[in-house]
């Protein structure tokens, strides 16, 4: 099983995110689940969310505790939150920021900011984040979170985040090398 926790804050889209890439590795033959991590947050407060993947029935109903990938969507939270906090050995994190921070571990940044702008028109990363996900890891294929993208969203809306999703992909790809 492989188990991933996303960071962001409220109306980022954090919920969103890991919903779609349970989604996606349903699509790609996987059991999935996914769940958010609520209390009093509000708009701009930091928010969890958490998906589940794997190739047998997840009967597990907890919190990840201990990750093997960390979705950061706000770099603002590294000085507030522990990121890192349980990431299993040989973990990636995935991190939307312009800046080095190979110092926290196995980090893979990319500026989701800027492509969610440009491509989307607002600054929400979610969907720019699971491209990157899927450049940074080898575990759930592009087609797939495309799919799951697609579906959720329609019209202009639709193309918009699935321009950015493989903008973010082949990025990170390319920066994977």
Known sequence: MKEIRFHGRGGQGAVTAAELLAVAAFYDGYFSQAFPAF?????????????????????????????????????????????AEGLKYGGVIVINSTKDLRELGNVRTID??????????RPITNTTMLGAFAGAVDLISINSIKRAVGERFVGELREKNIQAVEIAYNQMKELNR
């Open 39 to 83: 209390g009093v947050e509000r708009r701009g407060a930091p928010v969890l969310a958490f998906t589940r993947i794997s190739d047998k029935k997840i009967r597990l109903r907890s919190h990840i505790y201990n990750p093997d990938y960390v979705i950061v969507q706000d770099s603002s939270l590294i000085s507030s939150v522990n990121i």
């Open 112 to 121: 989701a900011t800027k492509i969610s702008l440009d491509t989307i028109g």
